[in-house]
C-alpha cells in the first residue's frame, strides 16, 4: 500500500477527535461507546488546545490525499504518563489501515523526531 507520511498541519487539528475515538479500546460485540466520549475530562487532556503547548508534536500517514492515521504527543498527566518531563505519545489508525506496518512507521517517524530532532531522552507510549 502507498502512503506518505508527513506533519498533521493544524487546520487538520480537528481530525484528532476522530483518531481518539478509533484508538479507544471496544469489545467486539459489546455496546459500542457513544462519540461524545472523547468529551470527558480524562481524554480531553489528549485533545484540548492541541498545538499550544511547547510539547505538541504530530504525525499523520494519507493515502490518496486522505489521513488515514494520526501519532500525535503532548506532555500531559494521561493513560500513559510517566513523570513531567516525559511526553506522552498516542497513535491511531482507521481499521480498514491496519495490518500494513503503517502505524510502525508513524510511530519510528515520531521517536526520530523527538529524540533526534527535539532532544527528548524518552517518551511513553499511552495504549
Known amino acids: 500500500m502507498k502512503y506518505t507520511i508527513r506533519e498533521l498541519e493544524s487546520a ?9 475515538y478509533e484508538v479507544l479500546f471496544q469489545r467486539k460485540g459489546q455496546t459500542q461507546l457513544p462519540r461524545s466520549i472523547i468529551n470527558e475530562p480524562e481524554l480531553q487532556v489528549y485533545l484540548k488546545n492541541f498545538g499550544e503547548g511547547p510539547d505538541d508534536f504530530s504525525l499523520c500517514a494519507e493515502v490518496d490525499q486522505k489521513v488515514i492515521g494520526i501519532v500525535w504527543v ?54
Open 12 to 20: 487538520e487539528y480537528p481530525l484528532l477527535e476522530i483518531f481518539l
Open 74 to 127: 503532548r506532555n500531559i498527566a494521561g493513560y500513559g504518563s510517566v513523570d513531567a518531563a516525559t511526553p506522552e505519545c498516542a497513535i491511531s489508525l482507521l481499521k480498514e489501515y491496519r495490518g500494513y506496518g503503517i502505524g510502525t512507521e508513524l510511530l519510528q517517524k515520531m521517536l526520530q523526531l523527538l529524540i533526534e530532532g527535539k532532544g527528548y531522552k524518552q517518551v511513553s507510549l499511552a495504549v
